[in-house]
C-alpha cells in the first residue's frame, strides 16, 4: 500500500509545508528540517527543531490509494454453548490466496496464545468474491476466561490476525462418578446435579450402544458385550460430561 504523508512546517517557519510519498515498510528523510518518516498506518510523525527551542513540525500518515486485502474479515464471534463447549463464528466478504484460519486460544493465566484447531478456506483455491461463513467448537470447560483469536494464512505463509474475542466460563454443577475403569462387561455411573439427566454410550464408530435416564444419586448399570474403548456423554438441560471408559 502507498501512502501520502504531509506535515505542517515548524511554528516559526515560512513557505509551504513540504509534502511525501512513500511505500508502506520504507522511509523518508527530509533533509530541509530533519524529519525521517517511517510509512506505517495511522501513527504521527513529530520532531523539534533548532535545539529544542519548541519548534514542532508533524504530519499524519494517509491512504493515497488502497490495495485489495487478501482476506476481507466481515464479523468474528465467540459464544459460550454449554459448561464445556464454545462455539466460533465468523464470516468473510471476499478472500485471495486463503489457506485457512488457525484458531488460537489462551487462558486468562496463560501469557501465550495457542493453536488449538486449522479451518480450511472454503474458496476453491483460496479465492471467492463471496461471502463464506465458518466455525470451530472448542470443547473447553474452563472456568476462567478464554480470549480467541484467528490467526488467517496465505498460500504463501503470509499471517494475518483478527480482532480477540472473549468467553468466561461457567459454573459447574454436574459431577460423574463412573466405576470400574476399566470395566467388565458392565460399569456403573452416578451423577450429582439439581437436575435429571441422560447417559449416551457411543462405540469407538459413534454409533449408540446404550442410553439411559439417570436420576441424580442412583447407580445406573450400563453393559458392554465387546472390549474395546467406549465415550460415555451424560448431558443436563445445561451441562454435559464426556468420559472415555475402556472395557476389557
Not at 148 to 154: F, G, I, P, V
Request: contains cysteine; proline residues 7%; aromatic residues 10%.
Amino acid at each position: 500500500m502507498t501512502f501520502l504523508c504531509s506535515w505542517m512546517p515548524a511554528i516559526h517557519s515560512q513557505g509551504l509545508s513540504p509534502t511525501a510519498f512513500g511505500n508502506a515498510g520504507s522511509s523518508y528523510f527530509h533533509p530541509g528540517n530533519g524529519i525521517t518518516v517511517e510509512w506505517v498506518v495511522g501513527q504521527m510523525a513529530f520532531t523539534t527543531l533548532d535545539g529544542g527551542n519548541g519548534a514542532v513540525t508533524q504530519g499524519m500518515l494517509q491512504p493515497l490509494y488502497a490495495v485489495p486485502l487478501p482476506v476481507e474479515l466481515l464479523d468474528f464471534r465467540a459464544a459460550r454453548q454449554s459448561a464445556d463447549r464454545v462455539r466460533l463464528d465468523w464470516s468473510t466478504a471476499a478472500e485471495k490466496n486463503n489457506s485457512g484460519f488457525s484458531v488460537e486460544r489462551r487462558l486468562d493465566k496463560s501469557p501465550d496464545f495457542s493453536t488449538i484447531g486449522f479451518v480450511p478456506s472454503h474458496a476453491a483455491g483460496g479465492n471467492s468474491a463471496s461471502p463464506l461463513a465458518y466455525f470451530y467448537t472448542d470443547p473447553n470447560p474452563y472456568a476462567g476466561i478464554t480470549y480467541y483469536r484467528l490467526a488467517q494464512t496465505d498460500l504463501d505463509g503470509k499471517r494475518a490476525y483478527s480482532p480477540v474475542r472473549a468467553v468466561s466460563g461457567w459454573a459447574t454443577t454436574l459431577n460423574v462418578e463412573q466405576w470400574p475403569n476399566p470395566a467388565h462387561g458392565s460399569f456403573f455411573v452416578r451423577i450429582s446435579s439439581p437436575e435429571k439427566a441422560t447417559g449416551e454410550l457411543t462405540d469407538p464408530a459413534g454409533r449408540l450402544i446404550q442410553k439411559i435416564g439417570m436420576k441424580p444419586g442412583n447407580a445406573e448399570e450400563f453393559r458392554v458385550s465387546t472390549p474395546g474403548l467406549y465415550l460415555l456423554r451424560v448431558v443436563t438441560g445445561s451441562e454435559s460430561r464426556s468420559l472415555k471408559i475402556a472395557v476389557q
